[in-house]
Nanobody, 119 residues
Framework: QVQLVESGGGLVQPGGSLRLSCLVS????????MAWYRQAPGKERELVAD???????NYADSVKGRFTISRDNAENTVYLQMNSLKPDDTAVYYC?????????????WGRGTQVTVSS
């Protein structure tokens, strides 16, 4: 069974930094695309960043240059380093793992961690 558990959220002042972690259990980590999404109140869930098993990254325009996604395959963990945080970054952040096989695509989600940027 695949499980994703996020940690590292909290309250931070504008301009501050946080690092989110997502621990993945199950035998998919090395083959899956790992991603972070976020959902602010009243808004749809949006992709923040993703990272392929080969190391390719993709970022939302709103976070380029401020956020960095990375993975530690030995620890089955994906990280999201968030710098220069803005109030607009306030949201619940979700870890996602997407595994594509010849017959199906499997999506797994964590429960989310709250990030609040406020003075």
């Amino acid at each position: 069974q695949v499980q994703l558990v996020e940690s590292g959220g909290g309250l931070v002042q504008p301009g501050g930094s946080l690092r989110l972690s997502c621990l993945v259990s199950g035998r998919i980590f090395g083959s899956a695309v790992m991603a972070w999404y976020r959902q602010a109140p009243g808004k749809e869930r949006e992709l923040v960043a993703d990272l392929s098993s080969g190391g390719s990254t993709n970022y939302a325009d709103s976070v380029k240059g401020r956020f960095t996604i990375s993975r530690d395959n030995a620890e089955n963990t994906v990280y999201l380093q968030m710098n220069s945080l803005k109030p607009d970054d306030t949201a619940v952040y979700y870890c996602n793992s997407r595994l594509t096989t010849r017959v199906a695509t499997y999506n797994y989600w964590g429960r989310g961690t709250q990030v609040t940027v406020s003075s």
